[in-house]
């Protein structure tokens, strides 16, 4: 029996197991789909089936560089405790080498690519994890920054990481290194939504201006104002949206009497050069990622039955 890719990715979601050792064992099994799943189960493959199917809303988020490249990733696991893990913990951070390495285009590429020397695939290598440990482990997102000088952070164990990218006058990499690191202690703490206000959308700023302006009207002390000086109300609180949004024109955390745009520019003159703040991402674990509320007496009379 013939099988296409279709069938090879089927499998996978099914199984959780690597493209290549599905592809193998469609292949040992004439593509049948039900021989193919029993196929990886004798191998030890699909042990983990069931865990795949678990919410994986904890885990680690971390940050390094390796050599001139920034990576940044999110792995996930079922419990704090399991994150806290030295095997999980080492996985995590040789997959973030591996990308340094590897410089996979999406997440199915890294899944892919060999992780590290092992002779393994990184979805090998995840499954290795899974049958180990005994939880559900999953590899979320990652982003890499091959230009620039490139400053993580990691908060609270791998709770939140950050990278920062900084494009700097030749000759001040390693000067700069403390500045990025502020920065990135800035963005896991507030959490900007932007890096500056010139790249808030229109969208958002009309909804804002629309809430701005209800609110102000709405407010007895400019029931007899004209609408040109609400407006112009309105433009003065809307400095305060940049101001709690946008990194650009945060206060700056170490020194509130200039904003991180100033303060990146008062060290650039102190350093002779110019720094340009490029990018940069922050990973929370979890984030966005609804976690099961399990309840605890169920589960007891579960257990006496």
Not at 10 to 31: F, H, I, P, Q
Not at 71 to 91: G, H, P, R, W
Request: proline share 2%.
């Amino acid at each position: 029996m013939a099988f296409t890719a279709k069938d090879v990715q089927k499998l996978r979601e099914m199984t959780g197991v690597g493209m290549m050792d599905c592809k193998k064992a469609l292949e040992a099994s004439d593509g049948d789909m039900d021989k193919a799943i029993e196929w990886l189960r004798e191998k030890g493959l699909a042990a983990s089936q069931k865990k795949a199917s678990r919410i994986a809303a904890d885990g680690m988020a971390y940050a390094d560089v390796y050599g001139s490249v920034g990576v940044i990733v999110e792995v996930n696991s079922e419990t704090d405790f399991v994150a806290k893990n030295e095997k999980f913990v080492n996985f995590v951070k040789g997959v973030a080498e591996t990308i340094a390495k590897v410089n996979p285009q999406d997440l199915d590429a890294l899944m892919q690519a060999q992780y590290l020397d092992t002779g393994k695939t990184v979805a090998e290598m995840q499954q290795e994890m899974v049958l180990v440990i005994g939880e559900n482990i999953q590899i979320r997102r990652f982003a890499r920054f091959d230009e620039g000088v490139s400053v993580p952070y990691v908060h609270a164990g791998g709770k939140i990481g950050v990278l920062v990218n900084l494009t700097v006058t030749p000759g001040l990499e390693d000067k700069v290194v403390e500045l990025g690191k502020d920065i990135a202690m800035q963005i896991a703490a507030l959490n900007p939504s932007y890096l500056d206000k010139s790249q808030v959308d229109e969208a958002t700023l009309a909804k804002e201006k629309e809430i701005l302006t209800v609110q102000a009207k709405n407010d007895p002390k400019n029931a007899n104002k004209p609408d040109n000086i609400i407006e112009k109300m309105v433009m003065g609180r809307l400095s305060k949206f940049y101001k709690e949004n946008c990194l650009l024109q945060q206060d700056f955390v170490k020194d509130d009497s200039v904003t991180v745009e100033q303060h990146v520019a008062n060290v650039a003159k102190e350093l002779g050069g110019t720094i340009t703040l490029s990018k940069y991402i922050r990973f929370e674990k979890g984030e966005g990622i609804e976690k099961k509320e399990d309840n605890f007496a169920e589960e007891i009379a579960k257990l006496v039955k």
